[in-house]
T-cell receptor, first 114, second 109 residues
Framework: NAGVTQTPKFQVLKTGQSMTLQCAQD?????MSWYRQDPGMGLRLIHY???????DQGEVPNGYNVSRSTTEDFPLRLLSAAPSQTSVYFC?????????????FGPGTRLTVL | GESVGLHLPTLSVQEGDNSIINCAYS??????FIWYKQESGKGPQFIID?????DKRQGQRVTVLLNKTVKHLSLQIAATQPGDSAVYFC????????FGQGTRLTINP
């Protein structure tokens, strides 16, 4: 199992550019989510999905779009990048269990918007 | 709104000593809490969790204590090792996690 994979690991964008952060998991988890982590802060939820074809907003959704066409993939799209979106982005996949949910995080994408 | 906060942004301990990292939360309805470890350049890694119907849960060298009366939880790491150096986050919720800001644990030789 590769677990949760994210690409790219690093990206530099100019203000106004668009791009897609890729996330994939091979654990057949229904639930996936995207977080951003700013320096010295905890993670904040951007968007999440409870299964293929279903997405919803988290705490900080503005400026981001998601889609979930398959169970495995959950891409995050930046429509028009802004310096405020400079952050580290983590994708997570959740294993549901009766005792509690366990989230598996990818290695992150470090994004800089100039 | 919901919030989760850690008491200290940094903690420095001697190798071999026990470490205690504290966290407070505001939502009295929260019923599930998780501690994560994040090493430099990596994503958070699950350490241990606890449900609100429990006061204590133990893992390998780690113990989580939950005090619902004062809305406080702590992570205790026994016999701290150099490999424990990381940022530790508490989080509450299930699928939609709310994270605290993190405590950076530094181990002194």
């Amino acid at each position: 199992n590769a677990g949760v994979t994210q690409t790219p690991k690093f990206q530099v964008l100019k203000t106004g550019q668009s791009m897609t952060l890729q996330c994939a998991q091979d654990m057949n988890h229904e639930y996936m989510s995207w977080y951003r982590q700013d320096p010295g802060m905890g993670l904040r939820l951007i968007h999440y999905s409870v299964g293929a074809g279903i997405t919803d907003q988290g705490e900080v959704p503005n400026g981001y779009n998601v889609s979930r066409s398959t169970t495995e993939d959950f891409p995050l799209r930046l429509l028009s990048a802004a310096p405020s979106q400079t952050s580290v982005y983590f994708c997570a996949s959740t294993r549901r269990a009766s005792g509690g949910d366990e989230q598996f995080f990818g290695p992150g994408t470090r994004l800089t918007v100039l | 709104g919901e919030s989760v906060g850690l008491h200290l942004p940094t903690l420095s301990v001697q190798e071999g000593d026990n470490s205690i990292i504290n966290c407070a939360y505001s939502n009295s309805a929260s019923d599930y809490f998780i501690w994560y470890k994040q090493e430099s350049g990596k994503g958070p890694q699950f350490i241990i969790d606890i449900r609100s119907n429990m006061d204590k849960r133990q893992g390998q060298r780690v113990t989580v204590l939950l005090n619902k009366t004062v809305k406080h939880l702590s992570l205790q790491i026994a016999a701290t090792q150099p490999g424990d150096s990381a940022v530790y986050f508490c989080a509450e919720g299930t699928q939609k996690l709310v994270f605290g800001q993190g405590t950076r644990l530094t181990i002194n030789p």
